[in-house]
């Protein structure tokens, strides 16, 4: 409450009285936040701490899942908290960012998917205790974070058609090679250039583990007490993978696993592994395809044309076309694309051709609609859909499988490696060892 209009006399009054208070009880004095973590050029305060503390318990309550000891759950949290902030403070000095306008465009297709009002959602966040703002930025840093990877990551791999033609001509060998698994991981990290100090207290954490789960904890309960995933305190599950989406490595520790068997430890070059089988089934693959007929203008920025300037440029392409000038002739006059000289055309297109980014707006186009700008890694782009089609694919469906297989698992790789990296080469000062 705001006091106005106070006489001085009772201002110095309520000064004394106030001042005479602090003095007789010093120790009700707190400092209400401190720092915990230095990271770069950024800081993780204690309150940060606690809050996605909190979060992450409720989330794991609601599954059903069991908690780890609290020291041990602050451990993880802090060390997600560490690699969130080294992904946003590197996002944040390349340029990527997103607007009021497309956050709330994501923030009600989530209340959507739930069923509900945005003003219904916003409810039902304050009765779990999420204040609508906190969680807003949450879901931006979501999205940055995406972003990020995507342009750090799945847009450095790439896939050979050798590397197809060998994965089409060894799957069919393999015992296995065409189940789905449903698998949980734990990974304890190991640094790229580990000395025998760190592989030694590699081994007593993995056998500290092995014991642990021997004795009746859950496998849950020990990735989020001993795992260095990021997705330690989900209980490491991986979901549903098939055969050839895994790492190599990964399917020869579980082929021959009976469904709730834990496989033995393994190297790889991030540390060391131990998975559990939760389940498996038969592989069953589509053959018909959704593709799209697509067309596309896009617009690079550079040193020279920044974000914001070519997303003006493309707003105003946008702009003449649908003021009656036709998508081609500005394609072909203005997009940075190898398809400009075709109007744009990129012709049909399968699922996981394009950037995930790409394909998403793309899929919620209607026949004709123009799609507003789209950021991805290579520029902003304005995107129609000319047709759709149901495509029988019985001749291509295993090579397109395979393509997309190849990428998910080499993805993976490629980004776990990436944190790795990333999270070596950080500064980072703890301040909260006493804590723990």
């Known amino acids: 409450m705001k006091l106005t209009h106070i006489s001085p006399i009772i201002y110095f009054t309520l000064s004394l009285l106030l ?3 602090a003095l007789a009880k010093p ?3 707190e400092k209400l936040d401190r720092i915990i973590a230095i990271v770069d050029q950024s800081v993780i305060t204690e309150q940060e701490l606690i809050d996605r503390t909190k979060s992450i318990m409720m989330q794991i309550e609601k599954k059903g899942g069991e908690l780890p000891a609290k020291d041990v759950l602050q451990k993880q949290v802090l060390e997600r908290l560490i690699v969130d902030s080294l992904q946003l403070q590197l996002a944040s000095q390349t340029g ?5 306008a497309q956050l709330d465009k994501t923030l009600e297709r989530i209340a959507e998917q739930n069923k509900l009002s945005l003003a219904e959602f916003k409810k039902v966040l304050q009765a779990d205790g999420v204040t609508f703002s906190k969680f807003r930025e ?3 840093n979501e999205i940055i974070i995406a972003r990020l990877r995507e342009r750090e990551v799945e847009n450095r791999v790439t ?9 089409l001509t060894t799957q069919s060998s393999r015992v296995g090679e065409q189940d789905d698994f449903d698998i949980s991981h734990i990974l ?12 030694q207290k590699a081994r007593a954490k993995t056998e500290e583990m092995l014991r642990a789960i021997e004795g009746g904890m859950s496998f849950s309960e020990a990735s989020a007490t001993f795992s260095d995933a990021q997705n330690a305190l989900d209980g490491g599950n991986l979901g549903w993978r098939n055969a050839s989406q895994m790492p190599p490595a990964f399917f020869e520790a579980v082929k021959s696993l009976q469904v709730g068997g834990i496989s033995l430890p393994f190297r790889s070059p991030s540390g060391v592994h131990i998975l559990k089988l939760n389940d498996r089934r038969a592989s069953s693959s589509s053959l018909v395809v959704d593709q799209t007929h697509v067309r596309h203008i896009l617009l690079k920025q550079s040193e020279v044309v920044s974000e914001s300037e070519a997303k003006r440029k493309i707003e105003n392409i946008k702009e003449r076309i649908e003021n009656g000038t036709k998508f081609e002739e500005m394609a072909r006059q203005y997009s940075e694309d190898g398809s400009a000289s075709n109007g744009g055309d990129l012709g049909w297109v399968n699922p996981g051709d394009t950037v995930p980014v790409f394909e998403k707006a793309m899929n ?3 026949l004709g609609e123009i799609s507003a700008p789209v950021l991805t890694p290579f520029g902003w782009h304005i995107i129609q859909v000319i047709e759709r089609r149901k495509q029988d694919m019985s001749k291509e469906a295993a090579r397109l499988k395979a393509r997309q297989e190849i990428r998910a698992r080499k993805g993976e790789e490629a980004y776990n490696d990436w944190i790795r990296e990333l999270r070596d080469k950080a500064y980072v000062e703890l301040r909260l060892e006493d804590k723990f």
Not at 159 to 167: A, K, Q, T
Not at 188 to 199: H, K
Request: proline fraction near 5%.
């Open 19 to 21: 001042s005479a208070q």
């Open 27 to 29: 120790a009700e004095i």
């Open 96 to 100: 990527i960012k997103v607007d009021d």
């Open 138 to 140: 949450d879901i931006r």
């Open 159 to 167: 896939i050979s058609e050798g590397e197809v033609d060998n994965y």
């Open 188 to 199: 304890i990290r190991l640094p790229e250039d580990a000395t025998p100090e760190d592989l």
């Open 364 to 366: 919620e186009l209607g």
